[in-house]
C-alpha cells in the first residue's frame, strides 16, 4: 500500500494532471450530478441548498424585525407576521441548520479526514439528500398554499384547530427527518468501518469525533419527531383526540413527544459547530489541541445527557415540581462538557502561534458568542428564575446566541477554512476578515438587548408591544440589517472567488490532518492510493509547514 | 452597579417572592459576566500575546493537564449545583399557596382574562386584588393554551383546556401590573392583556361593593372608550375603518348591516347588545363566527357605556 503522506511538492505536481471531482471527465453534466454517489458532489450540492434555505429563512427574519419596528401595524398584520416568525423559525430549523454543517461539510470532509474514498452507504447519501429536497419541495408548497402561523414548535391545541397548511408542513418535517436519519446511519457506519490503518478512535480528528456524536442523536432522536409529526397529522385529519383535552387527551403530551426530540436536536445543531472549532483553533495556532480526549469524550456525553433534560422547556407547562426539578439538575448536568471544551480551546492558544485569518477570526467569535449562549442558558435551567423569564425575549436571545453566535459562526468559519480544498480557489482574505467583523457587530446589535427585553417582561412571538420596549426593538432591527450586510459581503466574497482559476494550494493553513494531503479540489477517489497515519491529528512538533501556506 | 443592572434587567419586585427570585436572577449575570470575561480577555490576550512571529515558529506541545482539566470541570459543576440548589429551593417555596390564601378563578379565551371573585363577581380583564395577603389564581382555558404572567410578580403558569392550574403570589406595592398572555394563541395573543390592580384592603372591599370605582362617575362614553381596551374589544374591532377580525365600530350606529344567512339588520341598540351577550346570532357576512359572549361576565352599565361608545363613533 502507497503511503500517500506525499509532500505538497508532488500534489502541485499532480495538479491539472488529475481531474478534480468538479470536473471529471467520467461524471459530465448535470444528470451525473443529479444521480451521484461522490460524497464530495452531494457535500456541495447540501451546501448550495442549505446556504439558500438560511437566505430564505433570513429574509423571514429581516421581515419580523422590520415589523418590531415600531408597536401596531408596520406593514404586517398580525396573522401575516404569526405566519413570518412561524416560518423563520421552521426553515430554520428543519431546513437549514439541522443538515447544514454535517450533510454540507461533514459529507465533503469527514471521509477525506478518515482516509477513506467515500461513505460507507454511497446510494443511501445520494437518497438522503433527495428525501431532503423533497422534504424542502413540500414545506416550501405549504407555504405558498395557505401558509402556517402554530410557531415552529406546532404546540396543541392551536396547531390541531387553526386553518392554513399545517398538515403538510409537518408531512415535509417527517419526510426531511428521514433525510437526517439516513445521514446519521451512514456516518456511524463510515467513522466505525473505514478508517485508515493506524487510525484507531484516539487518532481521529476531532471535527469527526463530534460529527459522529451527532449522528448518534439523529438516529435516536428524530424518528421521535417523525411520530409526533404522524400524530399531529392523524389529529388534524381524523380528530384521534390524544391532544384534544375536551375528550380525555392531553395537550401537554404533545410538548413532551415534541421536545424529546427538539432538545436533543439543539445538540444536533452544536457539536457539529463545535466540531468545526476544534479543527480550526488547533491548526490556526499551529499547536497541538490541549484535552483531546476529554473533548472528544465530552461531545458523546452532550449527546447522552442531551436526551435527558427535555423537560426544561416545560417548568411552566403544568409538569410535576418532582419532573421540573429532576430536569433542572440534569440540565446543569448537561453544561459542564460545553464548558470543557470552550476551556480547552482557549488553553490550545496558550503558548501557540496564532494567526488570525478569516476561519480563525469566526473561531475566536465563536468562544465569545456561544460563551454568553452557554452561560445564559444557566439562568435558565434555574427553576425560579426560568419561570420569570420563559417564553420571553431572554429565551429568544439565548438561542440565537447559541445557534447563531455558534453554530452558524462556527459554519462559516468551516466554510471559509475548507473553502479552498472544496473548490481550489481561495476568497479575498481582507474582505473575509471585514465581513466577519461586521457580522459580530450586527449579531451583537440584534440580540444583545433582548435579554434585558425578556427579563423586562417583555413576551416572545409577540407582534405588538408596549412602548417602553421600542427603544431596544428599534436597535435591534438597526443591528439586523448590520448583521444581514455582513452575511452577503461574506457570501458574495465566497462566491466571487469561484470565477478565478483553481490554483489554491493543497493545504493553505498548515492542517495536520489528512483532508490537506491531497489536492484541492480532490480528485474523485479522494486519494491515490490508501492513505495510512502515523501520528496523532494536530502534532506539530515534527510537521513541516507547507512552503506554499498563507 | 449592581443596583444599575438589576434596573437594567428587572422590573421592580413587586410581591413577596420577587426578591428571592431577584437575588438568583442577580448572582447568575455576575457569574455570567465574570466568566465572559475571563473567557474574552484570555482569548483576545492569548491572540495578542501569542500572535505569529515567523512562519516555522516553535508552539509548546501541551497535551494535557489533569489539575486544569479537574478545575475547569469541578468548579462549574460546584457552581452549577450552587445555581441548581437555589432555584431548586426557591421554586419549591412558592410551589404551594399559603393557607387562607384568596382564590380567584381565572379564564383564559381567544384574547380576553376573565376573573371570578370570591363573591361570585365576574370582571374582564382586570384583576382587583388586596395588597400584602395571598392570592391564589385557579386558571383554565377555554380553547388553546395560553400563559399567566405577572413580569411584576415574577409568577408565570401556563394555562390549559379542561384542566386547572394554578399559581399564586402576594402583591407588596399598591400599584397596576400588567398580565401579558405568554403562550402563542393566535392573532390576538400580543394584545391579550388584563391588570393585577393591587389596593389597599379597604379600596378592595369597597371594589366587591360597589364595582370598579375607574368606572363610576364616568359618563358613559367614556366609559365606553375605556371599556373598548380594557375588556378586548380592540382586539378585533377597530374604530378608524379598518378590517379586523370583527367590524369596525367607525360610523355603523344607524347603518345596515347583512348576516351571514342574508338577512339584514340595522345596528342599533338591540344588535349591539345581542351582538356582545349572544355574538353568534349576529355574525356579519364575510366575518368568522368567532366572537366569545360576553354573558354574565358584564354588567348592565358597562354595555349601556359601550352601546354610547358606538353611537359617538361617526
Given amino acids: ?550 | 452597579m449592581n443596583t444599575w443592572l438589576r434596573n437594567l434587567f428587572l422590573p421592580n419586585a413587586s410581591s413577596i417572592k420577587a426578591e428571592g427570585v431577584d437575588d438568583l436572577f442577580m448572582f447568575i449575570l455576575w457569574l455570567n459576566i465574570l466568566f465572559f470575561l475571563l473567557i474574552a480577555v484570555v482569548t483576545i490576550g492569548f491572540c495578542i500575546q501569542y500572535k505569529r512571529r515567523s512562519v516555522n515558529q516553535k508552539t509548546a506541545h501541551i497535551e494535557h493537564s489533569t489539575a486544569l482539566e479537574l478545575t475547569w470541570t469541578i468548579l462549574p459543576l460546584i457552581l452549577c449545583m450552587i445555581v441548581f440548589f437555589w432555584g431548586f429551593n426557591t421554586y419549591m417555596q412558592a410551589a404551594v399557596a399559603p393557607d387562607g390564601a384568596m382564590e380567584i378563578q381565572v379564564t383564559a379565551k381567544k384574547w380576553i382574562w376573565t376573573f371570578g371573585y370570591p363573591d361570585g363577581s365576574v370582571a374582564v380583564g382586570k384583576l382587583w386584588v388586596p395588597v400584602n395577603k395571598p392570592v391564589r389564581v385557579i386558571m383554565h382555558s377555554e380553547d388553546v393554551l395560553h400563559a399567566f404572567y405577572v413580569p411584576a410578580f415574577r409568577v408565570k403558569a401556563d394555562v390549559l383546556p379542561n384542566r386547572y392550574t394554578e399559581t399564586w403570589f402576594q402583591a407588596t406595592a399598591v400599584g397596576d401590573y400588567i398580565i401579558p398572555c405568554t403562550e402563542y394563541c393566535g392573532k390576538g395573543h400580543s394584545q391579550m392583556k388584563a391588570f393585577v390592580k393591587v389596593v389597599s384592603q379597604q379600596d378592595y372591599e369597597k371594589f366587591l361593593e360597589e364595582g370598579d370605582p375607574e368606572e363610576k362617575g364616568l359618563p358613559p362614553e367614556k366609559l365606553g372608550a375605556s371599556l373598548y381596551v380594557n375588556l378586548g374589544c380592540s382586539t378585533c374591532h377597530s374604530i378608524d375603518g379598518s378590517k379586523g377580525q370583527g367590524p369596525s365600530w367607525k360610523g355603523i350606529y344607524s347603518a345596515q348591516h347583512k348576516m351571514v344567512d342574508g338577512k339584514q339588520f340595522a345596528v342599533d341598540e338591540n344588535y349591539i347588545r345581542t351582538s356582545i351577550l349572544q355574538p353568534q346570532a349576529m355574525v356579519v357576512e364575510g366575518y368568522q363566527g368567532i366572537m366569545p359572549s360576553y354573558q354574565g361576565q358584564i354588567r348592565e352599565r358597562q354595555l349601556v357605556a359601550l352601546i354610547a361608545y358606538i353611537k359617538s363613533l361617526k
Fill in chain 1, 1 to 550: 500500500m502507497a503511503d500517500v503522506i506525499a509532500s505538497p511538492a508532488v500534489h502541485t505536481a499532480e495538479h491539472g494532471h488529475h481531474a478534480d471531482y468538479l470536473t471529471d471527465p467520467a461524471h459530465k453534466g448535470i444528470w451525473s450530478w443529479m444521480t451521484t454517489v461522490d460524497h464530495k458532489r452531494l457535500g456541495v450540492m447540501y451546501l448550495w441548498a442549505v446556504l439558500g434555505a438560511f437566505f430564505v429563512g433570513g429574509i423571514f427574519a429581516l421581515l419580523v424585525r422590520l415589523e418590531l419596528m415600531h408597536p401596531g401595524e408596520d406593514f404586517m398584520n398580525a396573522e401575516q407576521y404569526n405566519q413570518a416568525f412561524t416560518l423563520h423559525g421552521a426553515i430554520m430549523v428543519f431546513m437549514f441548520i439541522i443538515p447544514s454543517v454535517p450533510a454540507a461539510l461533514g459529507n465533503f470532509i469527514m471521509p477525506l479526514m478518515l482516509g477513506a474514498k467515500d461513505v460507507a452507504f454511497p446510494r443511501l447519501n445520494l437518497a438522503s439528500f433527495w428525501i431532503y429536497v423533497l422534504g424542502s419541495v413540500m414545506a416550501i408548497t405549504s407555504i405558498l398554499v395557505g401558509g402556517v402561523d402554530t410557531g415552529w414548535t406546532f404546540y396543541t391545541p392551536y396547531s390541531t384547530t387553526t386553518g392554513g397548511s399545517v398538515t403538510m408542513m409537518t408531512l415535509s418535517v417527517f419526510v426531511l427527518g428521514f433525510s437526517s436519519i439516513f445521514t446519521g446511519i451512514n456516518f456511524i457506519a463510515t467513522v466505525h468501518k473505514l478508517r485508515a490503518p493506524g487510525m484507531g478512535w484516539f487518532q481521529l480528528p476531532l471535527f469527526v469525533w463530534g460529527i459522529y456524536a451527532t449522528a448518534i442523536i439523529q438516529v435516536l432522536a428524530t424518528p421521535v419527531l417523525g411520530i409526533t409529526m404522524v400524530l399531529l397529522v392523524m389529529e388534524r385529519a381524523f380528530n384521534i383526540g390524544i391532544f384534544d383535552a375536551q375528550i380525555g387527551g392531553d395537550p401537554v403530551l404533545f410538548q413532551h413527544f415534541f421536545w424529546f426530540y427538539s432538545h436533543p436536536a439543539v445538540y444536533i445543531m452544536i457539536l457539529p459547530g463545535m466540531a468545526i472549532i476544534s479543527e480550526i483553533i488547533p491548526t490556526f495556532s499551529r499547536r497541538t489541541i490541549f484535552g483531546y480526549r476529554l473533548i472528544a469524550l465530552s461531545s458523546v456525553a452532550i449527546a447522552l445527557i442531551g436526551f435527558l433534560v427535555w423537560g426544561h422547556h416545560m417548568f411552566t407547562s403544568g409538569e410535576s415540581a418532582l419532573a421540573a426539578s429532576i430536569f433542572s439538575f440534569l440540565t446543569f448536568l448537561v453544561a459542564i462538557p460545553s464548558g470543557i471544551k470552550v476551556f480547552n480551546w482557549m488553553a490550545t492558544m496558550y503558548k501557540a502561534s496564532i494567526s488570525l485569518d478569516t476561519p480563525m477570526l469566526y473561531a475566536v467569535s465563536f468562544l465569545l458568542l456561544f460563551g454568553i449562549g452557554g452561560l445564559t442558558g444557566i439562568f435558565l435551567g434555574a427553576l425560579s428564575v426560568d419561570i420569570h423569564l420563559h417564553d420571553t425575549y431572554f429565551v429568544v436571545a439565548h438561542f440565537h446566541y447559541v445557534m447563531m453566535g455558534g453554530t452558524v459562526i462556527a459554519f462559516l468559519g468551516g466554510i471559509h477554512y475548507w473553502w479552498s480544498k472544496m473548490f481550489g480557489r481561495m476568497y479575498n482574505e481582507t474582505v473575509g476578515r471585514i465581513a466577519c467583523g461586521i457580522v459580530f457587530v450586527g449579531f451583537n446589535m440584534t440580540f444583545l438587548t433582548q435579554f434585558f427585553m425578556g427579563s423586562q417582561g417583555m413576551p416572545r412571538r409577540y407582534y405588538t408591544y408596549l412602548d417602553q420596549f421600542q427603544p431596544l426593538h428599534q436597535f435591534s432591527t438597526f443591528g439586523s440589517w448590520v448583521l444581514g450586510a455582513g452575511l452577503l459581503i461574506a457570501a458574495v466574497n465566497l462566491f466571487s472567488s469561484l470565477r478565478g482559476p483553481k490554483n489554491a494550494p493543497s493545504n493553505p493553513w498548515g492542517g495536520t490532518t489528512l483532508e490537506w494531503q491531497t489536492q484541492s479540489p480532490p480528485i474523485t477517489h479522494n486519494f491515490v492510493g490508501q492513505p495510512s497515519i502515523e501520528h496523532n491529528p494536530y502534532d506539530y512538533r515534527h510537521f513541516k509547514i507547507p512552503t506554499d501556506a498563507v
